[in-house]
């Protein structure tokens, strides 16, 4: 199939640092790092500090501007603070910077220290943003990869090995496992490829 050159397969046109095979590798990585950080053993809790009321107008699926007050603080002697609100919601703050916020919904979202950022749903589903080089990797529970890429071009890989790929001019290709390439209408995109790409949420 004759291509233009700014078309050619998808492991030569991305820039090194964005690659989705450097994403890969690095999201295991930080995986690990993220995950020790986040498990630490905890020194005793301190008597909790007198409630503070305070609302918020949640922007969650666990309700639109949806009003919670603040029902319970509790500070750490390490310096963790975590915060229980009366619509479910969790937020703990970390020491080193980390935000985790969890929702009555099932959704996880973490603010880590360097600009990361992780959703995770109840569903299984994982969207993962690396600051670093402007890329969300959305992780389904299939085994399913999106990556949206800071050129806006978006990939995904199925795990038998197929890709598709939309590219910033809306040209659409699909790569089959065997190599073979051809592009194909929008129409013919699998549904999660045309999902909007992921946000940084609260």
Same mark, same amino acid.
């Given at each position: =199939?004759?291509? %233009?050159?700014? @078309?050619?397969?998808?492991?030569?046109?991305?820039?090194?640092?964005?690659?989705?095979?450097? /994403?890969? +590798?690095? +999201?295991?990585?930080?995986? &690990?790092?993220?995950?020790?950080?986040?498990?630490?053993?905890?020194?005793?809790?301190? %008597? %909790?500090?007198? =409630?503070?009321?305070?609302?918020?107008?949640? +922007? +969650?699926?666990?309700?639109?501007?949806?009003?919670?007050?603040?029902?319970?603080?509790?500070?750490?002697?390490?310096?963790?603070?975590?915060?229980?609100?009366? $619509?479910?919601?969790?937020?703990?703050? *970390?020491?080193? !910077?980390?935000? &985790?916020?969890? @929702?009555?919904?099932?959704?996880?979202?973490?603010? *880590?220290? $360097?600009?990361?950022?992780?959703?995770?749903?109840?569903?299984?589903?994982?969207?993962?943003?690396?600051?670093?080089?402007?890329?969300?990797?959305?992780?389904? @529970? $299939? !085994?399913?990869?999106? *990556?949206?890429?800071?050129?806006?071009?978006?990939?995904?890989? @199925?795990? !038998?090995? /197929? &890709?598709?790929?939309?590219?910033?001019? !809306?040209?659409?290709?699909?790569? =089959? %496992?065997?190599?073979?390439?051809?592009?194909?209408?929008?129409?013919? =995109?699998?549904?999660?490829?045309?999902?909007?790409?992921?946000?940084?949420?609260?």
């Amino acid at each position: =199939l004759a291509t %233009p050159s700014a @078309h050619q397969a998808t492991g030569a046109m991305q820039p090194k640092a964005v690659s989705s095979n450097h /994403l890969h +590798s690095t +999201s295991q990585q930080i995986g &690990k790092q993220h995950r020790t950080e986040l498990n630490a053993k905890q020194p005793a809790v301190l %008597p %909790p500090h007198s =409630l503070q009321r305070a609302t918020y107008m949640s +922007s +969650s699926a666990d309700g639109p501007n949806r009003p919670a007050e603040l029902a319970q603080e509790v500070r750490h002697a390490d310096g963790k603070v975590e915060r229980y609100y009366t $619509n479910g919601r969790k937020s703990v703050e *970390f020491s080193n !910077g980390t935000r &985790k916020v969890s @929702h009555a919904d099932g959704l996880t979202i973490i603010h *880590f220290a $360097n600009g990361d950022i992780k959703r995770q749903y109840a569903d299984g589903r994982i969207d993962y943003f690396y600051s670093e080089v402007g890329t969300w990797h959305t992780t389904h @529970h $299939n !085994g399913l990869e999106v *990556f949206y890429f800071p050129t806006g071009q978006i990939e995904a890989h @199925h795990p !038998g090995g /197929l &890709k598709e790929i939309i590219f910033v001019d !809306g040209l659409v290709r699909r790569v =089959l %496992p065997d190599g073979t390439e051809e592009n194909i209408p929008p129409h013919m =995109l699998s549904d999660a490829v045309r999902q909007p790409k992921p946000n940084a949420g609260c």
